[in-house]
Structures are given as structure tokens and as C-alpha cells.
């Protein structure tokens, strides 16, 4: 009797010592993002009006959100946009992230040094530098204006051409040739990824190739039926990775419009709306997909 | 003479094995070495892509103003300067603005570590009641992105006050914007930069420690705070390092968390955005150009700047390069 209450007070005490370890963790999330949370989607109902005495509340109800959807010009347009970008260019860095990992896997000679230009992206992708490049898009569109006006023709245009002449799934193309052209983006974004998918591969034990090669199993047949479910659950980290890093980007228009509104424009309640309407759906969008994915997703052990 | 070589190799050559193959070996060997070139040229093609706009800076950022506008001048500048850089650094005012981001992203970086090993820590190796919602707390943590509480933080450090104790006392709420403090205390509450990421993959780490390591330093006497940081800590020591390098870059570079709480400070990473306006203003007060800087030379300027940003995080990445990378893969990522 003794000795279990022994067992019980030293489980009590390990009970208190784990709340110790957290306990910063738990008082700044309850200070900085409970709180906070709460009173933005409150001031998303209402008119704030800040006076060097304070902030003053006034509740409308919906008008906040009513107004991003139906008055304000922008918004629609900007959300719509940015959610389309979104789905396509993580698919994009899931595909080439994934792709560059099984290259970099194997062994050849400068693979170190390859690897550290891949994961070079890490560092430089990372805020306003990616913001700086952003604003030189400018200068882009004028370079290549300069260059229609002197009728040079690049070989990836001469082939856009002629795939689009042959008029079958003309808008598939127009994805497709937005993401080759955009191809410096998903590269530059995909770092964290393909560390994280190299790090997959490396746990596969080899001699699960070896045994699959001696049946008669060709490299093509292994990677779908070694490699993919081998790795499966880390293409819902990545996802879920992907889809955050790119909500937090700082040349999100969307973003951009909120932070507008509430910096130049001191309109605290419609940002806050705004920002539940794309939070909402961001949370939708990595909700469903995760549950997609992680139906086909297969664990080892 | 090609007896003489078969026996020193003491096997058929490469042709007679192919033959008795029936051409297989010669279709494999062909294949191989074409895929050898195929890849070579795809990395070789994708490691230019990611170098090839820091070279362009590179190139760009030691030309004269006549040198852009040269049809003839691609990447190697006709009349090499480094006006350019002592430019840049003025708008910058680049000596004290990169000792303030040393300062400031390393004091983050520490604290952020510190806390973030702590919950990490405490996640992955106690029991206690609620595990599990704190650790949906966590992940929800990582999920929101921290524009949507942006606007209530705002007001948060605006009116700042503890339960009320400050009216009490002082008669008035604390306006704590354009102070670094609010930042801090964010830091030390796990609340920082994509702390929530940093939590999870200590816990990872952690997890993976065998419990007999620690329920034989229990036997030996030693107590939980003992345990943790003789016996734990020592091994964490890869993904600390991994961690506190992620940290430390990505504050750097962080432009949102900056503009928003270190405003008064000047920080590489906001004094980078104000370049191009500091710039026009100059051309117009002191060079007496009316109209400004042309864009080209703006953006001459600007990518200059962002050499300048970015140099002392690629030094410290071609030092510390092994500490990023192979540590992250090997703490062994997985939900």
C-alpha cells in the first residue's frame, strides 16, 4: 500500500516537474495567442476607434466581413488569386522537392557541395529578401519588354507556341507554363522540404532495394513500391510545412492589403476581418488535404 | 598478348562478356552513362538557377552608373567601382545597423532556444494531464499564421498592462510599441519567429533517447533538473545547434515580427526596405538631380544592399553548413 503511494507521489512529481518545462510555454501562448486571438476575431464585428485613451469597441455585427466581400474592390480578386498560387506552387515544390531529394541521395562526386547550393535557399528565402527580389519584378517586366521590341526569341517560347497551336487543353498548358516560367520560386522555396525528404530516405535500409532488385524488381517498380510508401508520412509534413511557409511569405498580397489597412489606415476592424476570412480558409484548405492524404498514408511499424 | 592480359585480369573482357550476355551489359553500361550526363546537366542547370541572381548581384553591384545602361556590359563591369557599396552602406548606415542585428538576433536566438528546449523537453519525456491538448496547442501554434493576431498584438503592446496593475500604480496603460520589450517577452514565451516548429523538433529529438539512459541517472540520484542538463543536454547538442542557426537566420532576414515591434531599432532587415527611398532623396538634396534615381541605378543599389545583408549569413553558412543540415536530418522528422 506503502509503496504504491510512492509510485503515484513520484508520478505526481513528474506530473509537476513536466508542467514546470512547459510552463513558459503555456503562459506565453494563453498571453500572446489566446488572447489576442479572441479579441481580433471580436474586433472583426466590430468599428475600432483608437484614441490616445484607449480602444474603443463598437459592435456592427457582420459589416466587416460583408463589406471585404461585396464592397471593397480588391479583396475577391487578391484571395482568390493568392489561394490558386498557393495550391499550385505547393504541388510544384512538392514535386520538385521531392525530385531533387532522390537525386541527392544517390552518390556522385560533389555531392556535398551540391547539397549546400540546394540548401542555400534556406538562408536566402527567407523575409525581406524575398520581398526585395519581389520589387524588382519591375525591372524584369521592362527588360523583357525591351526584349519583344528587338524580336529575340527564346527556345521555351517557340515551344509554348507550338504546344499552344495544337489548341487541346490549352489552360493545363497555361499552369504548366507558369510554373516552368516561375521555376526560380519553387526552387528557392523548397529547401526546408528536401532536407526533410532526404532525411526520409536515408532511414530506408538498403538491403530492401537489394532483396526487391533480386526478385526482378527495375528501379522504376521500386520507387512506387519501396520508396513512396516508405516515405509517405513525410509528404504530409511537407504539405502541411508548405502551405504554412507559404501563408507567412512576405509577398502575399493578401498580407500585404491587411497590413495596409491596418498600419495606413488605422481600420484595425476590417484587417481583423480579413484575416479570419483567409485564415478560415487556409485552415479549410490544410484541414481537407491533410485528411486526404493521410488516408494514403502507410506506416511501417 | 590479350591471353597474356586475360589472365592477369583473370576474367573474359568487357566485349566476350557482352556477347555471352546477349548484349545486355553494353545496353546497361550505355544507359548508365546516359543517365550520368542527364543528371550531371540537370544539377549542373538547377544549382545555376539558385546561384545565378547572387552572381548577378555580385557583378552588378561593382558596376558604374554609364555600365547599366552598356548594351555591351553583361556581367563584367567595364568601369569597376566599389561606390556602390560605400552607398549603399551610408543608407544603411551600415556599421552600427549590423551590430544592432548582430545584438538583436542573437539575444532572440538564445532566449527562443532556451524556452523552446524547455517545452521541448517537458513534451517529450514527462506524463502529465493534457499532454495532448498542449501539444494540439503546439501544433496550433505552428498553423496560424501570426498576421492574424497581428492586429490585436498591435493594440496589445499599445494599452500594455498586467491584470490592470500598471492603472492601478501609474494611472495609465503602458504604450510599449517601438520598444524592443514586447518582443522579448513574446521570446520567452515561445511566441517568437515559427517557435512552435522549433518546440516540435526538439520533442522529436528528445523522444528518441532511450528511457534507460534517464531511469538509470534516477537510480544514480540524480534529480530531473540534473538529469536534464548533464545527461540530456550534452546529446541534444546537434539539434540545439541546428535550431539556434534557424533562429538566428531567420531573424535576421524576418521583416514582419521587425516592422512591427523593433521599429525604433535599426535592423538590416528594415533598413533594406527604406533603401530605395533614401536614395531618391539624396539624388534630389545633395546631387541636385531633380527627378531622382533612375531605376536602374536604384536597383543597382538595392541589390548591393542585399549583398551586404546577406554576406555575413553566407559566411556563416559556409562555416557552419554541416550544423543546418546534417543535424535536421539526422533528429529524423516524422507525424
Not at chain 1, 521555351?156 to 489548341?167: P, Q
Not at chain 1, 504554412?244 to 481583423?272: P, T, W
Not at chain 2, 544549382?47 to 548594351?71: G, H, R, T, V, W
Not at chain 2, 567601382?81 to 549603399?88: E, H
Request: hydrophobic residues 50%.
Amino acid at each position: 500500500m506503502k509503496k504504491q503511494n510512492k509510485v503515484a507521489g513520484l508520478q505526481r512529481r513528474k506530473a509537476i516537474s513536466g508542467y514546470l518545462f512547459i510552463a513558459p510555454f503555456i503562459i506565453g501562448f494563453l498571453a500572446f495567442m489566446v488572447k489576442p486571438l479572441f479579441q481580433s476575431l471580436y474586433m472583426s464585428f466590430c468599428t475600432v476607434e483608437v484614441s490616445p485613451a484607449g480602444i474603443n469597441n463598437i459592435y456592427t455585427g457582420l459589416s466587416n466581413y460583408v463589406r471585404a466581400f461585396t464592397v471593397d474592390t480588391e479583396f475577391n480578386r487578391l484571395l482568390v488569386e493568392e489561394i490558386s498560387r498557393m495550391c499550385i506552387n505547393s504541388l510544384a515544390i512538392m514535386v520538385f522537392s521531392f525530385f531533387v531529394a532522390l537525386i541527392l541521395n544517390q552518390k556522385f562526386k560533389g555531392r556535398a557541395l551540391v547539397r549546400a547550393i540546394f540548401f542555400l535557399p534556406v538562408i536566402l528565402s527567407s523575409g525581406v529578401i524575398l520581398g526585395v527580389e519581389h520589387d524588382n519584378a519591375l525591372l524584369a517586366s521592362v527588360q523583357s519588354m525591351v526584349e519583344e521590341t528587338t524580336n529575340t526569341t527564346s527556345i521555351t517560347s517557340a515551344i509554348e507556341n507550338i504546344l499552344m497551336t495544337s489548341g487541346i487543353g490549352v489552360s493545363a498548358f497555361e499552369t504548366v507554363f507558369e510554373i516552368v516560367d516561375g521555376i526560380y520560386d519553387v526552387a528557392i522555396a523548397s529547401g526546408i522540404q528536401i532536407i526533410i525528404f532526404l532525411s526520409g530516405l536515408q532511414t530506408i535500409p538498403t538491403n530492401m532495394y537489394e532483396a526487391a532488385s533480386i526478385e526482378g524488381c527495375t528501379a522504376w517498380e521500386s520507387l512506387w513500391k519501396i520508396t513512396f510508401p516508405m516515405i509517405s508520412s513525410l509528404f504530409l509534413v511537407n504539405w502541411i510545412y508548405t502551405i504554412v511557409d507559404f501563408c507567412m511569405r512576405s509577398d502575399n498580397e493578401v498580407l500585404e492589403k491587411i497590413s495596409e489597412q491596418m498600419i495606413a489606415h488605422i481600420n484595425y476592424g476590417f484587417a481583423s476581418a480579413m484575416s479570419w476570412i483567409y485564415f478560415v480558409i487556409v485552415i479549410a484548405i490544410i484541414g481537407v488535404s491533410s485528411f486526404i492524404i493521410s488516408k494514403g498514408v502507410y506506416y511501417y511499424d | 598478348m590479350t591471353k597474356q592480359k586475360k589472365i592477369l585480369e583473370g576474367q573474359p573482357g568487357f566485349w566476350e562478356r557482352n556477347r555471352k550476355s546477349g548484349g545486355y551489359l553494353l545496353k546497361k553500361r550505355i544507359l548508365d552513362i546516359a543517365y550520368k550526363i542527364i543528371r550531371v546537366l540537370l544539377l549542373f542547370g538547377m544549382c545555376f538557377l539558385i546561384l545565378q541572381p547572387i552572381l548577378m548581384k555580385i557583378s552588378i553591384s561593382f558596376m558604374a552608373e554609364e555600365d547599366l545602361y552598356n548594351a555591351m556590359v553583361i556581367s563584367i563591369p567595364e568601369h569597376f567601382t566599389t561606390d556602390n557599396y560605400k552607398l549603399a552602406a551610408q543608407f544603411m548606415d551600415y556599421g552600427k545597423t549590423l551590430f544592432n542585428t548582430i545584438v538583436v538576433s542573437l539575444s532572440i536566438a538564445l532566449l527562443q532556444i532556451t524556452v523552446c528546449t524547455l517545452a521541448g523537453y517537458g513534451f517529450a519525456r514527462f506524463d502529465f494531464p493534457l499532454k495532448k491538448f498542449w501539444f494540439a496547442c503546439v501544433i496550433m501554434v505552428i498553423i496560424i499564421p501570426p498576421q492574424t493576431i497581428s492586429t490585436s498584438l498591435h493594440l496589445h503592446f499599445r494599452y500594455f498592462d498586467v491584470f490592470g496593475l500598471s492603472q492601478l500604480i501609474r494611472g495609465d496603460t503602458i504604450n510599449l510599441r517601438g520598444s524592443v520589450l514586447p518582443y522579448y517577452l513574446m521570446s520567452a514565451g515561445c511566441m517568437g519567429l515559427k517557435n512552435g516548429l522549433y518546440i516540435f523538433m526538439i520533442r522529436q529529438f528528445f523522444r528518441n533517447i532511450p528511457k534507460e539512459l534517464e531511469e538509470a541517472a534516477y537510480v544514480d540520484g540524480c534529480g530531473t533538473l540534473k538529469t536534464f542538463i548533464s545527461i540530456m543536454l550534452p546529446d541534444a547538442k546537434p539539434i540545439l545547434t541546428s535550431c539556434f542557426l534557424f533562429s538566428f537566420v531567420w531573424q535576421w532576414t524576418d521583416s514582419f515580427y521587425s516592422k512591427m515591434f523593433l521599429g525604433n531599432i535599426k535592423l538590416l532587415s528594415t533598413q533594406l526596405a527604406v533603401i530605395a527611398d533614401r536614395m531618391d532623396a539624396w539624388m534630389v538634396n545633395t546631387m541636385k538631380v531633380s527627378g531622382g534615381a533612375s531605376v536602374g541605378y536604384t536597383n543597382c543599389i538595392v541589390s548591393t544592399g542585399t549583398l551586404m545583408v546577406i554576406i555575413p549569413l553566407l559566411i556563416l553558412y559556409l562555416f557552419a553548413q554541416k550544423g543546418f543540415v546534417e543535424s535536421l536530418s539526422s533528429s529524423g522528422i516524422k507525424m
